[in-house]
């Protein structure tokens, strides 16, 4: 981590750059960034996720769960880290979600773009077959039957090569954000083809998921080790 006078702010996003690791202002525990959410204070004085690590100013992080984003809300915790007086929403931690969703379809229609997405079943099908294929995409309120005979190609394709499935299935778009995303309309499947803007995607994908599945993680884990 980036040698820095304020341990729980770092000087910005250029002098930031080479750091791989911050500390969460709640947990006060040091994570790799990919796993935490930087926030900066907007001109207007209100905290704003900087989900892109890109905005000017001094930034304080969080790791990437509603409940952290909820914990420092409701601890003041933005006051006393930029230790000034600042405006911070109650809806912070909805806010942050529909700006992680908003990241993720940015980077799938810059993927569309380049020409690494396909839509439709039959074409998905065909991807999956020709062994090109970076991710599996479902929409998460497409239909159980579609989805069902996807995955089972996908593991099919496994099972002769005497592997794993390596290739992620994601499914953290509604169709209508998949529709906004490819410009379309009722995409319920796509396939991601290997590519620069497919690893961004998949990367934002992690985030999104990290932040609405932490929680549900340390829950588990703290049940299994209650049994142990």
């Given at each position: 981590m980036l040698a820095s006078a304020d341990p729980d702010l770092d000087d910005g996003p250029r002098t930031g750059k080479s750091a791989t690791t911050r500390m969460?202002?709640?947990?006060?525990?040091?994570?790799?960034?990919?796993?935490?959410?930087?926030?900066?204070?907007?001109?207007?004085?209100?905290?704003?996720?900087?989900?892109?690590r890109k905005l000017p100013g001094r930034g304080l992080w969080l790791s990437a769960s509603r409940r952290s984003v909820a914990e420092a809300v409701r601890r003041h915790q933005f006051s006393k880290g930029f230790k000034r007086d600042v405006r911070v929403a109650p809806t912070l931690p909805t806010d942050t979600e529909t700006l992680l969703v908003r990241s993720v379809t940015e980077a799938l229609a810059m993927a569309a773009k380049a020409g690494q997405v396909v839509c439709g079943f039959g074409k998905v099908e065909d991807a999956l077959n020709r062994s090109e294929t970076?991710?599996?995409?479902?929409?998460?309120?497409?239909?159980?039957?579609?989805?069902r005979k996807l995955d089972a190609i996908l593991r099919q394709r496994g099972e002769k090569r005497g592997e794993s499935p390596v290739i992620a299935v994601v499914n953290v778009l509604t169709s209508e954000e998949l529709d906004l995303a490819l410009g379309r309309s009722n995409v319920i499947h796509a396939a991601l083809l290997a590519g620069p803007a497919s690893k961004t995607f998949l990367s934002r994908c992690q985030l999104l998921v990290r932040y609405r599945m932490a929680d549900d993680d340390k829950t588990a884990e703290a049940a299994r080790n209650s049994r142990a």
């Open positions: 969460c202002a709640v947990s006060r525990e040091v994570r790799p960034i990919d796993e935490l959410i930087r926030f900066v204070v907007a001109p207007t004085g209100e905290v704003v996720p900087d989900i892109k970076a991710a599996l995409i479902h929409a998460s309120d497409g239909a159980a039957d579609g989805i």
